[in-house]
């Protein structure tokens, strides 16, 4: 698909301590000469105290997520300053905006050519970067008025570089999406570094025979990654808050290379890249929830 005008290339017991000492039955006299003096026996350490060592600590990470008032559930991520959704925005998610909000495009219910049917729980699509700024800056406001969240958070798009880290990559060469996308890691998939991708590996290009669906399947359909992520490859293409090139004020950065089949595309370290009002029937967005993991 043209969309993306689309980058290049989870004691020992303790031992007791209970037991009584074992005394004489009967006391003896004491002699009537100067006793002498009596040095006490060696004794032998046989069981020094053990050395004392600080207890490991583990970073608080909350037992479950949080979960938001349209029941989009955040996890933090290690390594970024945020939480992210642990799947793409929703189509009913997106429909609880729209119809709180006169004048939203009404593209998303509209599959075109493609005839395939979207249910609640597939990602939207046919969103563009700037509706998905709109959202975003919408359930924000929503949110603070309700006292879910707090002031000072707020619901964004993910960084690119914040995407990099859910999706487990290392560092990166290259200071722009563009350079990053360009000197990427090409032999580092979602799943791994084989190829074709395994069975259940996520919702991939047909021809590929991974999974069972034609187009879009409900969010979280496939295992999550190290992070609880689901859905960081394939199903629809990311927006990100980043320009391509900072010389670009048109073209925002995708990742996660939606339902293709071309393996050059489905690399963690791919970017596309497509203008911020263009819409795509795989083209949709992820929130990250930032200052912490909710109320």
């Given at each position: 698909?043209?969309?993306?005008?689309?980058?290049?290339?989870?004691?020992?017991?303790?031992?007791?301590?209970?037991?009584?000492?074992?005394?004489?039955?009967?006391?003896?006299?004491?002699?009537?000469?100067?006793?002498?003096?009596?040095?006490?026996?060696?004794?032998?350490?046989?069981?020094?105290?053990?050395?004392?060592?600080?207890?490991?600590?583990?970073?608080?990470?909350?037992?479950?997520?949080?979960?938001?008032?349209?029941?989009?559930?955040?996890?933090?991520v290690k390594g970024?300053?945020?939480?992210?959704?642990?799947?793409?925005?929703?189509?009913?998610?997106?429909?609880?905006?729209?119809?709180?909000?006169?004048?939203?495009?009404?593209?998303?219910?509209?599959?075109?050519?493609?005839?395939?049917?979207?249910?609640?729980?597939?990602?939207?699509?046919?969103?563009?970067?700037?509706?998905?700024?709109?959202?975003?800056?919408?359930?924000?406001?929503?949110?603070?008025?309700?006292?879910?969240?707090?002031?000072?958070?707020?619901?964004?798009?993910?960084?690119?570089?914040?995407?990099?880290?859910?999706?487990?990559?290392?560092?990166?060469?290259?200071?722009?999406?563009?350079?990053?996308?360009?000197?990427?890691?090409?032999?580092?998939?979602?799943?791994?570094?084989?190829?074709?991708?395994?069975?259940?590996?996520?919702?991939?290009?047909?021809?590929?025979?991974?999974?069972?669906?034609?187009y879009t399947a409900?969010?979280?359909?496939?295992?999550?990654?190290?992070?609880?992520?689901?859905?960081?490859?394939?199903?629809?293409?990311?927006?990100?808050?980043?320009?391509?090139?900072?010389?670009?004020?048109?073209?925002?950065?995708?990742?996660?290379?939606?339902?293709?089949?071309?393996?050059?595309?489905?690399?963690?370290?791919?970017?596309?890249?497509?203008?911020?009002?263009?819409?795509?029937?795989?083209?949709?967005?992820?929130?990250?929830?930032?200052?912490?993991?909710?109320?």
């Amino acid at each position: 698909m043209a969309l993306v005008g689309c980058g290049k290339k989870t004691t020992p017991s303790e031992p007791e301590t209970n037991a009584e000492p074992k005394v004489a039955a009967e006391k003896p006299e004491p002699p009537k000469v100067e006793p002498q003096k009596q040095v006490p026996p060696k004794v032998e350490a046989n069981n020094p105290e053990p050395p004392k060592t600080e207890p490991k600590t583990e970073a608080k990470i909350p037992a479950e997520p949080f979960t938001n008032t349209l029941g989009m559930k955040f996890v933090p991520v290690k390594g970024t300053e945020v939480a992210f959704c642990i799947w793409e925005t929703r189509v009913k998610d997106y429909a609880v905006y729209a119809a709180a909000n006169a004048g939203v495009d009404g593209s998303w219910k509209n599959f075109g050519f493609a005839g395939f049917k979207q249910a609640d729980t597939h990602p939207v699509v046919k969103v563009s970067w700037n509706d998905a700024q709109a959202f975003c800056e919408w359930l924000t406001k929503k949110e603070l008025a309700e006292g879910k969240i707090k002031a000072g958070q707020k619901y964004r798009l993910s960084t690119d570089a914040e995407w990099s880290v859910a999706v487990g990559l290392g560092k990166e060469k290259g200071n722009t999406p563009e350079e990053k996308s360009d000197g990427g890691k090409d032999d580092v998939y979602p799943w791994g570094k084989e190829w074709p991708p395994p069975k259940e590996a996520g919702n991939y290009g047909k021809s590929l025979e991974v999974d069972k669906f034609d187009y879009t399947a409900p969010v979280g359909s496939f295992a999550a990654n190290k992070h609880g992520l689901h859905d960081m490859g394939g199903n629809v293409w990311e927006w990100c808050e980043d320009k391509y090139s900072p010389t670009s004020s048109l073209y925002r950065v995708q990742r996660g290379a939606s339902l293709g089949e071309q393996n050059y595309y489905m690399l963690s370290s791919f970017r596309g890249y497509f203008p911020a009002d263009g819409r795509g029937f795989i083209i949709g967005f992820r929130c990250v929830l930032v200052g912490g993991s909710g109320g």
